[in-house]
Nanobody, 121 residues
């Protein structure tokens, strides 16, 4: 009923920037927290950043000061601006959203299918 689609990934040199987008669509009554995770080869999936419906943000220490999460509630979209990218940032990036689906009473977590970010010279 609800899909999250990421976009904006690609290949970038160290020190470069990328802006990821994630748009939620479907029968959405309300979206609460949204966030980003990433998974690098050979590593477990890790939390990157989160943002509440009111705009409060939190970041993992590894990206603090370099990444910025934001959202557009009218578009049901969350963004991740990534600056000063490092090779260690190479991963598949996934967005997530806590969604109340129209006609239901509870919040569920939905995940996007991921977008590849590669930081390499």
């Amino acid at each position: 009923q609800v899909q999250l689609v990421e976009s904006g990934g690609g290949l970038v040199q160290p020190g470069g920037s990328l802006r990821l987008s994630c748009a939620a669509s479907g029968s959405i009554f309300r979206i609460d927290d949204m966030g980003w995770y990433r998974q690098a080869p050979g590593k477990q999936r890790e939390w990157v950043a989160s943002i509440t419906s009111g705009g409060s943000t939190n970041y993992a220490e590894s990206v603090k000061g370099r990444f910025t999460i934001s959202r557009d509630n009218r578009k049901n979209t969350v963004y991740l601006e990534m600056n000063t990218l490092k090779p260690e940032d190479t991963a598949v990036y996934y967005c997530t959203a806590a969604v109340v689906i129209g006609g239901t009473w509870t919040s569920i977590t939905r995940w996007g299918q991921g977008t590849q970010v590669t930081v390499s010279p």
